[in-house]
């Protein structure tokens, strides 16, 4: 009887433990998904936390210093609503004007800028396989 006790708190400790982890694990990492139009209606609620925003590079915005992996540049979404954005690492191949870019990091309220840890670029329309529609 005493065997089959020990098991069960061993698995309960063992379940509480797991449940622990998974609680503490995804709220310290969890990330918002957003759209510029959303961080800038609400930048309060934003302001210093970890976020994905997606949006168009705004023509005529880009600063670039390859040397000193230096990135700065606008971005916006279709309701028109454009934020800063300044990069510091390896800029991606792919960037340009007129691209949709995924950028992942903090916004600066007091600054007014988002400050990114990574870019991403969304594959340029040439790499999609094309469609043979037939009838």
Same mark, same amino acid.
Request: proline fraction near 2%.
């Given at each position: 009887m005493k065997k089959s006790w020990k098991i069960l708190f061993a698995g309960a400790v063992f379940v509480v433990a797991i449940g622990y982890l998974l609680t503490t694990g995804f709220s310290s990492d969890s990330v918002y998904y957003l759209e510029v139009s959303e961080v800038l209606e609400n930048p309060a609620k934003f302001n210093q936390k970890g976020m994905?925003?997606?949006?168009?590079?705004?023509?005529?915005? $880009?600063?670039?210093?390859?040397?000193?992996?230096?990135?700065?540049?606008?971005?916006?979404?279709?309701?028109?609503?454009?934020?800063?954005?300044?990069?510091?690492? $390896? $800029?991606?191949?792919?960037?340009?004007?007129?691209?949709e870019v995924i950028v992942e990091g903090k916004y600066d309220i007091d600054g007014q800028v988002f400050h990114a840890a990574t870019v991403l670029t969304k594959c340029p329309s040439k790499y999609e396989a094309e469609v043979d529609e037939k009838s």
């Open positions: 994905r925003v997606s949006g168009d590079v705004v023509t005529g915005t $880009i600063v670039k210093d390859f040397k000193k992996q230096y990135l700065e540049f606008n971005m916006s979404d279709e309701e028109g609503k454009a934020m800063k954005v300044i990069f510091n690492g $390896i $800029i991606p191949d792919t960037f340009k004007e007129d691209i």
